[in-house]
């Protein structure tokens, strides 16, 4: 399975309304229940009035379209990194998944992805 580095860096935001939102960006991830709105998006496009957040995160995007029969794809990932001391945060779209790491774990995530017979692009 290939994955793809994600240019920038990232935060995870607790934000009071989605009209704070600019849509024309190249990633903004956005979710809403009944107890929050939170926003993945650019570190530098966080918008003011945040409630809370949590700078310096690193993506990888998970190659393909992904068909929902599939099973198992975020556990191996994820069974990957937990294994290498690695938390994530994950988004799913309706294609793909998106796999988040703090910062100063990307190396480590990347290479451990990688010696598991990964291809990180």
Same mark, same amino acid.
């Given at each position: 399975? $290939? ?10 935001? !607790? ?10 960006? $190249? ?76 910062? $100063?774990?990307?190396? !480590?995530?990347?290479? $451990? ?9």
């Amino acid at each position: 399975m $290939e994955l793809i580095k994600l240019s920038g860096d990232f935060s995870v935001c !607790k934000i009071k309304s989605p009209e704070q939102i600019d849509f024309s960006q $190249e990633f903004v991830f956005l979710s809403k229940t009944d107890d929050e709105i939170s926003l993945v998006c650019d570190s530098f496009r966080v918008p003011p009035g945040t409630i809370d957040y949590e700078p310096n995160w690193k993506g990888l995007k998970i190659s393909g379209v992904l068909d929902f029969g599939m099973i198992g794809v975020i556990a191996k990932i994820s069974n990957i990194l937990a294994e290498a001391g690695i938390s994530i945060f994950v988004i799913s779209t309706y294609n793909t998944d998106y796999v988040f790491v703090k910062a $100063e774990n990307y190396d !480590k995530c990347t290479y $451990e992805l990688m010696r598991s017979g990964y291809v990180v692009k």
